[in-house]
């Protein structure tokens, strides 16, 4: 049975729609998203090599949390981009980055994985995190991404679930009820290798079931 807290959670998570975060619940919602997610986050964003003058963008970038740690991994001279189709998403990551916004290391944007508004070959990192479920046509979604990504440049890709036999019910009903897109290990290679990334890995943390995966252009 659901605790009262655990129904209270569930009732923000709702109202605040993790696909299109809106509303005071949504701020709420990406608060705790920040907060929850921050392990995973780190876990995968370590698999990234950094110089330090990367230009950086992060696809539904929620409640700013990524854009901040990576932009304490990346120092002064780089640059980050990030980027939402919520506007709630995209206030939230505003303030939590503030200083970096007032010093322009760091702009945060309203727009959609669908038309990335960048020319080609504009970034040497790009990440999402927890977005992926909810992209609205992953295969040619992810030959975007492709686009803007600089030749050598590298995508992370971050969800702290995967298809597989052991998932729980729980977990099923959670990913039927938003329509949340999730797939296996195998998809996910398949999903990056049609996309055109080459040198395609798939990461896992043992006991968990987290996936990172990387591709390069």
Partial sequence: MMSEAESSQEEITAAGNPSQPQGEAGAKMLARMNESHAEVTNWALGFFDWNGTEQVLDIGCGGGAALKRMAEML??????TGLDYSEVSVAESRRLNADAVRDGRMKIIAGSVEHLPFADDSFDKITTVESFYFWPDPQENLREVRRVLRPGGVFLLVADIHDHEGMSEA????????????????????????????????HTKPGEEWVCAEGRK
């Fill in 75 to 80: 120092g002064p001279r780089g640059r980050l």
């Fill in 171 to 202: 977990a099923r009903e959670n990913i039927a009820r938003y329509h949340m897109f999730n797939p296996t290990l195998d998809g996910y290679r398949e999903l990056l290798e049609t996309a055109g990334f080459r040198q395609v890995r798939i």
